[in-house]
C-alpha cells in the first residue's frame, strides 16, 4: 500500500489515498456531508474546506446528526396561548424530554409523542462506522417537528464540552444548546466553576446557552448575567428520581431570574413534576423518570398531564396555609 496513508476516524483504523481529500473519504464512506462535522487532530475542519484537506497519519472524528429546528410548529394553533420563550422561540409545551436510555428507538418516538414534548434534548455522539444503514433518531423523533437541542452529556471539562458544542453546531447548524458539566460520581453534581469556563467560551462564540447549574441562586444569577438564555438547576442528582431535594432554593432562582427557569434532572414521577411547576419555573426537564418507567409512555403521558396541572395551580394561586380548621360549609342556618 504504498500509496495509501493508514488513518484512525472513530477508532477504527483505515487506509486511503495517500492525496485524498477530506472530501474524498467522506464520499467513500458514502456520507452526507450536511450531517457530519470533522475534526482533525482537535481541530474542527469547516465544511468549506473539505475539498481542499488533507488527511493527515492520525485522525479524531466525531459527528452528529443534522438539524431543522421547529420554531413554530403546525397543530398547535388551537392550544391555550400559555405559553414560554427562550432565544426567540416560543412552546407551548412546558415538557422537555430527552432521547436516552430507552430500550429502542421506537418506543423513544412514542414516549415523545406521549409526552406532548416540542423541544428534545440529543447527545452528540460519532458516526458508527461499522453500519451506517443503522436506523438513527431523526428518523424516529422528526426534526421538522421537534427543536433538537445538543447537549453535553458526559462531559467533565469545559474544554470537552466546548468542543462538542463546537463539532454539533459544525455538523447540523445547532446555535440554541444545552451546557452541562459534571463533577465525579457517584452524585455528577454540576461542575460550577467549569460551566462558568465553558459558558463564557460557548456565548463570546455565540452560542444561545441554555445551562444546567447547582441549586444555587447566586450561581443561576451569575450565569443569567453572562448571557445564558435560561438557568436549569437541579431538582436531586441526574437518575436519582428523588425529586426536589430543595424547593426553597429552587424558588429563590425562580423569584430572581429574568430568563427562563427550567428544573432539571431529578424528578422521578408526576407529582413531582407538578410541584416543580407549582414552584413557577417555566418549564421541566427530565428523561430517566419516562425511560426507567415499567411503561415509559405511559409515565410520559403522566408527566404531561403533571407539568399541565401544576401550571394551572401555579396560575391559580394556592390557597394559604391555616394552622387551624376552617370548614367549607357555613356555620349560620345549621339545623341543630
Known amino acids: 500500500m504504498a500509496d495509501s496513508i493508514e488513518i484512525t476516524i472513530n477508532g477504527e483504523t483505515r487506509f486511503i489515498q495517500r492525496d485524498a481529500t477530506i472530501a474524498d473519504l467522506l464520499g467513500t464512506l458514502s456520507l452526507d456531508t450536511r450531517k457530519v462535522a470533522v475534526e482533525r487532530n482537535l481541530e474542527i475542519v469547516p465544511r468549506s474546506?473539505?475539498?481542499?484537506?488533507?488527511?493527515?497519519?492520525?485522525?479524531?472524528?466525531?459527528?452528529?446528526?443534522?438539524?431543522?429546528?421547529a420554531e413554530s410548529m403546525d397543530g398547535y394553533q388551537n392550544q391555550t396561548e400559555d405559553s414560554w420563550e427562550v432565544a426567540g422561540r416560543r412552546f407551548h409545551s412546558r415538557l422537555v424530554v430527552g432521547t436516552g436510555r430507552y430500550k429502542s428507538l421506537e418506543e423513544t418516538a412514542a414516549a415523545i409523542e406521549a409526552s406532548g414534548a416540542e423541544m428534545v434534548t440529543v447527545a452528540v455522539r460519532r458516526v458508527n462506522l461499522a453500519d451506517r444503514n443503522a436506523p438513527m433518531l431523526q428518523d424516529f423523533v422528526d426534526p421538522k417537528r421537534y427543536t433538537y437541542l445538543p447537549n453535553t452529556a458526559g462531559c467533565h471539562t469545559a474544554q470537552e464540552a466546548v468542543r462538542t458544542l463546537r463539532l454539533a453546531r459544525e455538523a447540523g447548524g445547532w446555535n440554541l444548546v444545552k451546557l452541562e458539566v459534571l463533577g465525579p460520581p457517584p452524585f455528577l453534581y454540576p461542575d460550577m466553576p467549569a460551566t462558568f469556563e465553558a459558558a463564557a467560551a460557548l456565548?463570546?462564540?455565540?452560542?444561545?446557552?441554555?445551562?444546567?447549574?447547582?441549586?444555587?441562586?447566586?450561581?443561576a444569577k451569575r450565569l443569567e448575567e453572562m448571557g445564558c438564555v435560561a438557568v436549569m438547576p437541579l431538582?436531586?442528582?441526574?437518575?436519582?428520581?428523588?425529586?426536589?431535594?430543595?424547593?426553597?432554593?429552587?424558588?429563590?432562582?425562580?423569584?430572581?431570574?429574568?430568563?427562563?427557569?427550567?428544573?432539571?434532572?431529578?424528578?422521578?414521577?408526576?407529582?413531582?413534576?407538578?410541584?416543580?411547576?407549582?414552584l413557577g419555573c417555566d418549564a421541566v426537564l427530565l428523561n430517566s423518570a419516562i425511560a426507567h418507567a415499567k411503561d415509559p409512555v405511559r409515565m410520559a403521558r403522566a408527566m404531561k398531564a403533571g407539568v399541565e396541572a401544576g401550571r394551572h395551580a401555579h396560575l391559580a394561586g394556592r390557597m394559604p396555609r391555616n394552622y387551624a380548621a376552617d370548614a367549607s360549609s357555613p356555620l349560620s342556618g345549621l339545623i341543630r
Not at 474546506?49 to 429546528?69: D, E, F, V
Not at 456565548?203 to 450561581?219: E, S
Not at 430568563?259 to 408526576?270: N, S
Request: with cysteine.
Open 49 to 69: 474546506a473539505y475539498a481542499a484537506t488533507p488527511w493527515p497519519r492520525a485522525i479524531r472524528w466525531k459527528s452528529c446528526t443534522s438539524l431543522a429546528g
Open 235 to 278: 431538582g436531586a442528582p441526574i437518575g436519582s428520581g428523588l425529586g426536589l431535594s430543595n424547593p426553597f432554593m429552587l424558588r429563590s432562582i425562580i423569584e430572581q431570574a429574568k430568563v427562563p427557569v427550567l428544573v432539571d434532572a431529578g424528578i422521578g414521577t408526576a407529582s413531582e413534576a407538578a410541584q416543580a411547576m407549582e
Open 203 to 219: 456565548i463570546q462564540d455565540g452560542f444561545q446557552v441554555m445551562v444546567y447549574c447547582a441549586d444555587d441562586p447566586l450561581a
